[in-house]
């Protein structure tokens, strides 16, 4: 069984920088790879960007590139988002997922499982 744990959510101010932290608690978190997620007020859930097994290979969705950057820490089961340049649009509860299949260059639809998320409120 996978749990995941999310952390760093809170409030900054646009232009300014957050880090969110997912904790993995469970085995094998190198065969597992991550990705994060995000569902602002109203609105769907949107996938931002994952990160493969062994973390040579990222893959980012058009709004957050540039500007986002996921890594991992494979010895400390861990994996990060550094977010930079905040807007106000990023406002939402930020997710990270596990996903049993090595990272493809596409849009995750889904996720073997999945964190209890983290609010980030970006104000203008």
């Known amino acids: 069984q996978v749990q995941l744990v999310e952390s760093g959510g809170g409030l900054v101010q646009a232009s300014g920088s957050l880090r969110l932290s997912c904790a993995f608690i469970?085995?094998?978190?190198?065969?597992?790879?991550m990705g994060w997620f995000r569902q602002p007020p109203g609105k769907e859930r949107e996938f931002l960007g994952g990160?493969?097994?062994?973390?040579?290979?990222?893959y980012y969705e058009d709004p957050v590139k540039g500007r986002f950057t996921i890594s991992r820490d494979n010895d400390k089961n861990m994996v990060y988002l550094q977010m930079n340049n905040l807007k106000p649009e990023d406002t939402a509860v930020y997710y990270c997922?596990?996903?049993?299949?090595?990272?493809?260059?596409?849009?995750?639809?889904?996720?073997?499982?999945w964190g209890q998320g983290t609010r980030v409120t970006v104000s203008s």
């Open positions: 997922a596990a996903d049993h299949v090595n990272l493809q260059p596409r849009r995750w639809n889904g996720a073997d499982y």
């Open positions: 469970g085995r094998t978190f190198g065969s597992y790879s």
């Open positions: 990160i493969s097994w062994s973390g040579d290979t990222t």
